[in-house]
């Protein structure tokens, strides 16, 4: 797989039917090793050695509903109280981001509310803080380390 602008973690691998699998820490189990989910897979490991984020409150891969659509959001770190801290959405490194994107995943804090919102494709890294008043995001050059 690609190198990613990410640090280097360790992951565990299996290969069953011609296909490579990498662990998923959150969901307890091996999914397909496809570019997108190579990002996802870094991406969580940074929430969580790089950012201090505890692995209880990150959730994977789940379904939400967008305007009456069935969608599913990457990754999302809940603060303590249960409401959204993070939205982060991952596309494969040769994925270009542009407005879409952010489009993308403003409709989805629609219906999370999310305070931060990353952008990924591996190489590089978009953070936004939201700002509900104006209803705009602003962007950041990092997203805060966690705090208790």
């Given at each position: 797989?690609?190198?990613?602008?990410?640090?280097?973690?360790?992951?565990?691998?299996?290969?069953?039917?011609?296909?490579?699998?990498?662990?998923?820490?959150?969901?307890?189990k091996f999914v397909v090793l496809q570019?997108?989910?190579?990002?996802?897979?870094?991406?969580?490991?940074?929430?969580?050695?790089?950012?201090?984020?505890?692995?209880?409150?990150?959730?994977?891969?789940?379904?939400?509903?967008?305007?009456?659509?069935?969608?599913?959001?990457?990754?999302?770190?809940?603060?303590?109280?249960?409401?959204?801290?993070?939205?982060?959405?991952?596309?494969?490194p040769k994925i270009t981001i542009n407005q879409s994107t952010f489009d993308q995943i403003a409709q989805y804090n629609l219906a999370l509310n999310a305070t931060y919102l990353m952008v990924t494709n591996g190489l590089n890294h978009y953070y936004c803080q939201m700002d509900f008043d104006n209803e705009r995001y602003n962007f950041l050059k990092d997203i805060p380390n966690y705090k208790v």
């Open positions: 797989m690609q190198q990613l602008n990410f640090p280097t973690y360790s992951f565990r691998f299996k290969s069953n039917e011609n296909k490579i699998s990498i662990f998923d820490s959150i969901r307890k570019p997108e989910e190579w990002v996802r897979q870094h991406c969580v490991h940074y929430l969580m050695a790089e950012k201090n984020y505890p692995q209880s409150l990150i959730n994977v891969e789940k379904e939400l509903i967008v305007n009456g659509l069935k969608k599913r959001y990457d990754i999302v770190v809940f603060n303590p109280n249960g409401s959204i801290l993070l939205i982060v959405e991952c596309k494969a």
